[in-house]
C-alpha cells in the first residue's frame, strides 16, 4: 500500500466500486476502504434491478442473477390482481457475489481494496478535504488523498464531516424491513408489487422471488407511517396471513432514502455518491443502478481533475448528475407523493380500470397512465419528465 493515493473512495457497495473502476481505468491511483469484512456482505436490499440499468457497468452473469423477471403483478387492497408483462427483462439479485465482481471489476482495473478499513474522520488542510483517517485491524492510520469519494452508504457521515448537508426529512426516509424466506410457491419470473393502508400505507410491499421456492419479501413505508407502526409488524402480518409456512432464512431492516438528490454533493477535495448523496430513484426506492451512475459520474470527474492538475474541476459533478438523473428525480419525488397518498379506494378503481385493458396492450407505461388520471395534477409533472429527457 502507499502513503497516499490520488483518490481514495469510502465504501465498497455499488456506488464505490464503480467510481473507483471508472477512475482507475483513466489510470489514476485509487483507494477503496471498507469497512467490512467482507465486501457485499451483509445485505441490506431487495435485489431488484433493470437489465438495463446493469449492463450499461456490467455483463450480466448468471452466477450473480437469482431470477430473470419478465412480469410485474400489482396487487390492490381489496385484492384484484393486474399482471403486466414487461416489456424489459429485470433481474433479482445475488448482492453478496454481485458487490464482489463490483469490486473485483474495479481492482482489475488497477484500484486497491482494504477491507476492515472503518473510516472515522477526514484530514482537513486549508478547507480543503486532503485525506481520510481510518482504523484497521485496532490501529489508527491516515491516508492522504487529492480527492475523496464518500460512497459510504444510506448512514453517511464523511459528508457531514466535510461541512456539507447531509439532513433529510425524516418523512422521506422510508422505514424497510424484509425477510427472505423459503419453503413457498411463488412464479419465479414474477415480481409482486402489493398496495394499501393494511399492507403498507404511504409505500409499497414487495415480494421478489430468488427461485421458485424462494423469496425477498418485505416493505416500504414513509418515516411518518414507520413512527406509527414499525415496518417490521406489517411484515410478520403478512407473513402469518399468506405465508405461515415458509422459513425465514434473514431478516434485514433499515432506511432507503427516498428523497431528492442532497443540494451539495461535491465541495473541495470531496464528492459524495450512491446513498450517501441521496441518489435513490425516490418513486421506486431502487438505489444500485442510480447509484452506480452516480459513482461512474464522480469516478470520470475526479479521474479527470487528477490528471488535468486542476482539482475544481470536481465542483462540475453536480451539474452533471443533475442533468443525467438529478432533475428527474425531482419529478419522481413529487410523483411519489401524489401516488403514495392515494386512498385504498383509489388504488381499487386503478386495478379495476387496468383490469379492463387486454393483457396484449398492458404495460407498466399504461399502467402508469392509468394510476396518472387518477390524479391529473400529476401529469403536469410528468409532461415535465419528457421535457427533462429531451432537454
Ligand atoms: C430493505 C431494502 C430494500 C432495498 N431494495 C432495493 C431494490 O430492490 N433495488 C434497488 O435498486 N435498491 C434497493 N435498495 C436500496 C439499495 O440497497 C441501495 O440504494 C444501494 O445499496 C446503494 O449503494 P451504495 O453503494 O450507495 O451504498 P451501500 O450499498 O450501502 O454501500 C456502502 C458501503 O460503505 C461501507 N461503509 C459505510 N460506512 C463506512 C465507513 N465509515 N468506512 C468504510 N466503509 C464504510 C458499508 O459497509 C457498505 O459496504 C434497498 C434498500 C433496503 C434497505
Known amino acids: 500500500m502507499r502513503d497516499q493515493y490520488d483518490i481514495v473512495v469510502v465504501g465498497a457497495g455499488p456506488a464505490g466500486s464503480i467510481a473507483a473502476k471508472f477512475a482507475a481505468e483513466k489510470g489514476v491511483s485509487v483507494l477503496i476502504l471498507e469497512k467490512d469484512r467482507d465486501v457485499g456482505y451483509p445485505v441490506r436490499c431487495g435485489e431488484a434491478v433493470s437489465r438495463k440499468g446493469i449492463e450499461e457497468f456490467i455483463e450480466p452473469d448468471e452466477k450473480w442473477i437469482a431470477s430473470h423477471i419478465h412480469n410485474f403483478s400489482m396487487i390492490a387492497p381489496d385484492g384484484t390482481e393486474v399482471f403486466v408483462p414487461l416489456e424489459e427483462e429485470g433481474f433479482i439479485l445475488e448482492r453478496r457475489i454481485f458487490d464482489y465482481e463490483l469490486a473485483k471489476l474495479a481492482s482489475s482495473k488497477g484500484a486497491e481494496v482494504l477491507t476492515r478499513a472503518y473510516v472515522n474522520g477526514l484530514i482537513i488542510e486549508d478547507g480543503q478535504v486532503s485525506g481520510v483517517k481510518y482504523e484497521h485491524r485496532g490501529e489508527q492510520k491516515e491516508i492522504k488523498a487529492k480527492v475523496v469519494i464518500a460512497a459510504d452508504g444510506v448512514e453517511s457521515r464523511v459528508g457531514r464531516w466535510a461541512g456539507i448537508k447531509t439532513h433529510i426529512d425524516f418523512r422521506d426516509m422510508e422505514s424497510c424491513a424484509q425477510h427472505t424466506v423459503t419453503g413457498l410457491n411463488v412464479d419465479k419470473n414474477t415480481i409482486y408489487f402489493y398496495f394499501g393502508s393494511k399492507v403498507a400505507p404511504q409505500g409499497y410491499f414487495w415480494v421478489f422471488s430468488k427461485g421458485s421456492n424462494s423469496a425477498n419479501i418485505g416493505l416500504g413505508i414513509s ?169
Not at 488535468?308 to 470536481?314: A, C, P, Q, Y
Not at 407523493?337 to 392515494?342: E, L, M, P, T
Open 223 to 391: 418515516g411518518a407511517a414507520g413512527k406509527k407502526r414499525s415496518a417490521i409488524s406489517y411484515l410478520n402480518d403478512f407473513m402469518e396471513e399468506n405465508h405461515p409456512n415458509a422459513s425465514i432464512l434473514t431478516t434485514i431492516a433499515g432506511g432507503v432514502p427516498c428523497s431528492i438528490t442532497l443540494e451539495q454533493i461535491s465541495a473541495r477535495g470531496i464528492m459524495l455518491t450512491g446513498d450517501a448523496a441521496r441518489m435513490v430513484n425516490p418513486l421506486s426506492g431502487g438505489g444500485i443502478a442510480s447509484g452506480m451512475i452516480g459513482g461512474s459520474i464522480a469516478g470520470r470527474i475526479a479521474a479527470e481533475a487528477v490528471l488535468s492538475g486542476n482539482l475544481s474541476h470536481i465542483l462540475t459533478y453536480d451539474k452533471a448528475w443533475a442533468d443525467r438523473l438529478g432533475k428527474r428525480h425531482e419529478i419522481f419525488e413529487s410523483i411519489k407523493n401524489g401516488i403514495y397518498n392515494f386512498s385504498d379506494e383509489k388504488f381499487n378503481e386503478i386495478a379495476h380500470a387496468f383490469a379492463k385493458v387486454p393483457i396484449e396492450k398492458r404495460s407498466l407505461g399504461n399502467l402508469f397512465k392509468t394510476a396518472l388520471f387518477n390524479k391529473p395534477a400529476l401529469l403536469i409533472d410528468v409532461a415535465k419528465v419528457f421535457f427533462h429527457k429531451r432537454a
